[in-house]
């Protein structure tokens, strides 16, 4: 008699494993559907609204004070003009009633500024008459002068460094400190060797730009002596005579950009004397205007420069900060919540199928 071998072959599983297989939990029954990635667009601006709110305060601590810095890389010139009297040294007189002209021209040396990390401008400066003008040699002015002026160029205080020369002080001189305010201001006068005290005077308008006006006076003072002819002081009995020199300016007048302290128009008095050694009043006169002023040419150019710094520097310190907190609070606010509907919706349960049993199951 044959014995029955037992079904053995994994080809053909059981009733049991089919039951089993049938009623397992498949991945469908976990009652979630895969999450999948966020949409771009709420991340992006989600992003962005962060960024706005990181740069807000970078623009007040760190752009603004760095875009606050007295220019390198200058090249500017200004012309004073007005009517006045000067001593002829050729003719040995004064001539009065002439046309002075008073040029500045300001160069910045870039390489020693970004050596010693200061704001470096070689100045000259020339006086010249109806006579002297024309020639357009400093040698031939009336009055020639250069000067090397060194400042920190975040304060605009002077920086005794760099061949400065002369080795001057205050707050202001070619150029006033960044935020003027409405108080006083110790501005240098380089004939007058010292500091002069300006008090602030209320606004004027130049070209249509509102400016803080400063204003002050230099008392007569003596600034030097000069070796010159005895007659000249009204000494005849002598050859040549040490002579004082003598200064006063009677109109000091500054009007100045509020942002950048750049000055937009200034007038000054000024008269330079002599006189024998020792007397109380003058013997000659050098040098004597009633009123230089910015001519209208440099008014108008440093009203531009003024204009176009100052923007900038109200983009910084006014405008960009609270624009850039306000939108990038919006958008941080938007975009959190267009992602966080993203993810609810990816989430949300499936109610699993029930599960389906085989009503027979064949041998």
Same mark, same amino acid.
């Given at each position: 008699?044959?014995?029955?071998?037992?079904?053995t072959?994994?080809?053909?599983?059981?009733?049991?494993?089919? !039951?089993?297989? +049938?009623? @397992?939990?498949?991945?469908?029954?976990?009652?979630?559907?895969? @999450?999948?990635?966020?949409?771009?667009?709420? !991340?992006?601006l989600?992003?962005?609204?962060?960024?706005?709110?990181?740069?807000?305060?970078?623009?007040?601590s760190y752009?603004?004070?760095?875009?606050?810095?007295?220019?390198?890389?200058?090249?500017?010139?200004?012309?004073?003009?007005?009517?006045? @009297?000067?001593?002829?040294? #050729?003719?040995?007189?004064?001539?009065h009633?002439?046309?002075?002209?008073?040029?500045r021209?300001? +160069?910045?040396?870039?390489?020693?500024?970004?050596?010693?990390?200061?704001?470096?401008?070689?100045?000259?400066?020339?006086? %010249?008459?109806?006579?002297?003008?024309?020639?357009?040699?400093?040698r031939?002015?009336?009055?020639?002068?250069?000067?090397r002026?060194?400042?920190?160029?975040?304060?605009?205080?002077p920086?005794?460094? &760099?061949? #400065?020369?002369?080795?001057?002080?205050? %707050?202001a001189?070619?150029k006033?400190?960044?935020?003027v305010g409405?108080?006083?201001?110790?501005?240098?006068?380089n004939t007058?060797?010292?500091?002069?005290?300006?008090?602030?005077?209320?606004t004027?308008?130049?070209?249509?730009?509102?400016?803080?006006?400063?204003?002050?006076?230099?008392?007569?003072?003596?600034?030097?002596?000069?070796?010159?002819?005895?007659?000249?002081? %009204?000494?005849?009995?002598?050859?040549?005579? +040490?002579?004082?020199?003598?200064?006063?300016?009677?109109?000091? #007048?500054?009007?100045?950009d509020?942002?950048?302290?750049?000055i937009?128009?200034?007038?000054?008095?000024?008269?330079?004397? +002599?006189?024998?050694?020792?007397?109380?009043?003058?013997?000659?006169?050098?040098?004597?205007?009633?009123?230089?002023?910015?001519?209208?040419?440099?008014?108008? #150019?440093?009203?531009?420069?003024a204009?176009?710094?100052?923007?900038l520097?109200?983009?910084?310190?006014?405008?960009?900060?609270?624009? &850039?907190?306000?939108?990038?609070?919006?958008?941080?606010?938007?975009?959190?919540?267009l992602?966080?509907r993203?993810?609810?919706?990816?989430?949300?349960?499936?109610?699993?199928?029930?599960?389906?049993?085989?009503?027979?199951?064949?041998?």
């Amino acid at each position: 008699m044959r014995r029955r071998s037992a079904r053995t072959s994994s080809a053909h599983p059981s009733a049991d494993d089919t !039951l089993a297989d +049938l009623t @397992s939990p498949g991945p469908a029954s976990s009652g979630r559907v895969p @999450s999948g990635r966020p949409a771009p667009l709420p !991340l992006a601006l989600l992003g962005v609204g962060v960024f706005l709110l990181v740069l807000t305060p970078l623009l007040d601590s760190y752009v603004a004070p760095r875009a606050k810095r007295t220019p390198v890389d200058v090249n500017v010139t200004t012309v004073l003009t007005g009517q006045g @009297s000067y001593f002829d040294a #050729e003719a040995l007189k004064v001539r009065h009633d002439q046309r002075l002209t008073v040029t500045r021209r300001v +160069l910045g040396d870039v390489s020693d500024s970004e050596r010693g990390g200061v704001a470096v401008w070689d100045v000259s400066q020339t006086i %010249d008459t109806p006579r002297t003008l024309p020639l357009k040699d400093p040698r031939k002015s009336l009055q020639w002068t250069t000067e090397r002026w060194v400042t920190d160029r975040r304060t605009n205080r002077p920086v005794h460094c &760099c061949e #400065e020369t002369p080795a001057f002080q205050g %707050d202001a001189y070619l150029k006033f400190p960044f935020d003027v305010g409405k108080r006083g201001y110790r501005w240098w006068d380089n004939t007058l060797g010292a500091t002069v005290p300006l008090r602030f005077a209320g606004t004027a308008r130049v070209g249509g730009h509102e400016g803080y006006r400063y204003t002050g006076t230099v008392e007569p003072a003596k600034t030097g002596t000069r070796q010159v002819p005895g007659r000249v002081v %009204d000494r005849p009995g002598q050859s040549q005579v +040490l002579a004082e020199e003598w200064y006063s300016n009677d109109g000091i #007048e500054m009007v100045v950009d509020r942002r950048t302290g750049r000055i937009i128009n200034a007038v000054i008095a000024p008269k330079k004397t +002599l006189r024998a050694p020792g007397a109380e009043r003058d013997a000659v006169t050098l040098l004597q205007s009633d009123r230089l002023e910015f001519t209208p040419a440099t008014q108008r #150019e440093q009203v531009d420069l003024a204009s176009e710094d100052s923007g900038l520097l109200r983009l910084v310190d006014d405008t960009l900060p609270p624009a &850039c907190a306000a939108a990038g609070a919006v958008l941080a606010v938007f975009g959190g919540v267009l992602v966080a509907r993203g993810r609810s919706r990816r989430t949300t349960r499936l109610p699993a199928p029930p599960p389906s049993v085989p009503t027979s199951v064949s041998g």
